[in-house]
C-alpha cells in the first residue's frame, strides 16, 4: 500500500490555490482594461473620420452567357476567384442612439474614381451626425452595391463587445504567452455565452430584389494584450452559420494601436469566408489618417 504524505497533499493544493487566483487576477485586469478602452472608445468613435482601403479576393459566379463547346458544354461553369480594391472615407455612428456601426463613403473602386473625396466627406459626415438610420443603414451595405461580396460589418469597434456592462456575456481564459511580431504579449480566450449574437453578417445577392439578409452569429476567439501594460492589441473572432446547407464560417483578425487621440483606433482587419471546405472571400482592410471632423453650425 502506498503511503501519501497529507503534507505534500496540502502543499500542493496551496500551490495549485495560488495558480488559480493568479489565473483570476489576470483575467480580472484583462476584463478592467478592455471595459476602460471600450469606454474611450465609445466617446470618440462618433467624432472620427479617416480612411479605409479594401483588398477583396473572392469567388464569384461565372459569366451568365459563356459560349463552350464539346464535352465543356456540358460540364457547369465553375465559379472564378476575383481580386478587387475598394478606397472609402470611413467612420463610425450610433443608430437609433444606441449602437455604433462604421459608415463608408466609397471614393475609388481598382483605382477609378467614384466619388470625389471631398464631396464623399461631406457625404460620411451628413450619415454620421444625421438622424435618418434607414440611410445610414444603406450605406453599411455598399459592398455589394459596388459588385463586392457581401460580408461581416462592424469590425472596426469589435473592442465594444467587452465594454462593461456586456462583459457578463462572456467567459474568459488564459491562454499563455506569446509574441506580436516582436512584442510580448499574453493571449486570453473568450467565448459568449447568452445575450444578443455579437456578429452582423449581410448574405444575399443584392440584384435578386430582397437585398442582402442581416444574420447575427454567437462568437468566440481570442484577445491580445501587451505583456507591460495589458494594453489590447488584437481581437480575433471566429463565428459559424449552421443554417445554410454546408456551414458558412466567419473569421476576423483585428489589430488595434494607441493613437494621438488617447484611445485605440483599428490599424488593420483580415476577414475570411468559408462553407464546408471552400473559401468564399478573403477582405484585408486597412485604416489610417483618422481625424476630427466638426459639424459646421
Given at each position: 500500500?502506498?503511503?501519501?504524505?497529507?503534507l505534500?497533499v496540502?502543499?500542493?493544493?496551496?500551490?495549485?490555490?495560488?495558480?488559480?487566483?493568479?489565473?483570476?487576477?489576470?483575467?480580472?485586469?484583462?476584463?478592467?482594461?478592455?471595459?476602460?478602452?471600450?469606454?474611450?472608445?465609445q466617446k470618440?468613435?462618433?467624432?472620427m473620420v479617416?480612411?479605409?482601403?479594401?483588398?477583396q479576393?473572392?469567388?464569384?459566379?461565372?459569366p451568365?452567357?459563356t459560349?463552350?463547346?464539346g464535352?465543356?458544354?456540358?460540364q457547369?461553369?465553375?465559379?472564378v476567384?476575383r481580386?478587387?480594391?475598394?478606397?472609402?472615407?470611413?467612420?463610425?455612428?450610433?443608430l437609433?442612439?444606441r449602437?455604433?456601426?462604421?459608415?463608408?463613403?466609397?471614393?475609388?473602386?481598382?483605382g477609378?474614381?467614384?466619388?470625389?473625396?471631398?464631396?464623399?466627406?461631406?457625404?460620411?459626415a451628413?450619415?454620421?451626425?444625421?438622424?435618418?438610420?434607414?440611410?445610414k443603414?444603406?450605406?453599411l451595405?455598399q459592398?455589394e452595391?459596388?459588385?463586392?461580396?457581401?460580408g461581416?460589418?462592424?469590425?472596426?469597434?469589435?473592442l465594444?463587445?467587452?465594454?462593461?456592462?456586456?462583459l457578463?456575456?462572456?467567459?474568459f481564459?488564459?491562454?499563455?504567452?506569446?509574441?506580436l511580431?516582436?512584442?510580448?504579449?499574453?493571449?486570453?480566450r473568450?467565448?459568449?455565452?447568452?445575450?444578443?449574437q455579437?456578429?452582423?453578417?449581410?448574405?444575399?445577392?443584392?440584384?435578386?430584389?430582397s437585398?442582402?439578409?442581416?444574420?447575427?452569429?454567437?462568437?468566440?476567439?481570442?484577445?491580445w494584450?501587451?505583456?507591460?501594460?495589458?494594453?489590447?492589441?488584437?481581437?480575433t473572432?471566429?463565428?459559424?452559420?449552421?443554417?445554410?446547407?454546408?456551414?458558412?464560417?466567419?473569421?476576423?483578425?483585428?489589430?488595434?494601436?494607441?493613437?494621438e487621440?488617447?484611445t485605440?483606433?483599428?490599424v488593420?482587419?483580415?476577414?475570411?469566408?468559408?462553407?464546408?471546405?471552400?473559401q468564399?472571400a478573403?477582405?484585408h482592410?486597412?485604416?489610417?489618417?483618422?481625424h476630427?471632423?466638426?459639424?459646421?453650425?
Amino acid at each position: 500500500m502506498r503511503f501519501i504524505n497529507p503534507l505534500y497533499v496540502r502543499s500542493f493544493a496551496i500551490v495549485s490555490f495560488a495558480v488559480v487566483m493568479r489565473a483570476d487576477e489576470r483575467t480580472q485586469d484583462l476584463t478592467d482594461r478592455l471595459a476602460s478602452e471600450a469606454e474611450a472608445f465609445q466617446k470618440i468613435a462618433p467624432e472620427m473620420v479617416g480612411r479605409e482601403t479594401l483588398h477583396q479576393g473572392a469567388l464569384t459566379a461565372p459569366p451568365r452567357f459563356t459560349i463552350r463547346v464539346g464535352d465543356a458544354s456540358k460540364q457547369r461553369a465553375a465559379a472564378v476567384w476575383r481580386e478587387r480594391e475598394m478606397v472609402s472615407e470611413y467612420g463610425f455612428a450610433l443608430l437609433a442612439g444606441r449602437e455604433i456601426h462604421e459608415l463608408r463613403q466609397v471614393t475609388s473602386i481598382d483605382g477609378k474614381p467614384v466619388t470625389g473625396e471631398s464631396k464623399a466627406q461631406e457625404a460620411l459626415a451628413k450619415l454620421v451626425t444625421g438622424s435618418d438610420d434607414q440611410r445610414k443603414r444603406v450605406a453599411l451595405q455598399q459592398f455589394e452595391k459596388f459588385g463586392l461580396r457581401g460580408g461581416a460589418t462592424d469590425f472596426g469597434q469589435i473592442l465594444l463587445l467587452f465594454s462593461r456592462g456586456r462583459l457578463e456575456r462572456y467567459e474568459f481564459t488564459a491562454a499563455g504567452p506569446r509574441l506580436l511580431g516582436r512584442v510580448p504579449a499574453q493571449v486570453f480566450r473568450y467565448q459568449q455565452l447568452d445575450g444578443p449574437q455579437a456578429l452582423t453578417v449581410f448574405r444575399g445577392n443584392s440584384n435578386g430584389g430582397s437585398g442582402p439578409q442581416p444574420q447575427r452569429l454567437n462568437v468566440q476567439g481570442e484577445i491580445w494584450v501587451r505583456e507591460s501594460d495589458g494594453l489590447p492589441l488584437r481581437i480575433t473572432m471566429k463565428a459559424t452559420d449552421n443554417s445554410a446547407d454546408e456551414p458558412v464560417r466567419e473569421e476576423a483578425t483585428v489589430d488595434y494601436a494607441m493613437s494621438e487621440f488617447g484611445t485605440l483606433l483599428p490599424v488593420e482587419t483580415t476577414q475570411r469566408e468559408s462553407r464546408g471546405d471552400q473559401q468564399l472571400a478573403e477582405n484585408h482592410f486597412t485604416y489610417s489618417g483618422f481625424h476630427r471632423f466638426r459639424t459646421q453650425h
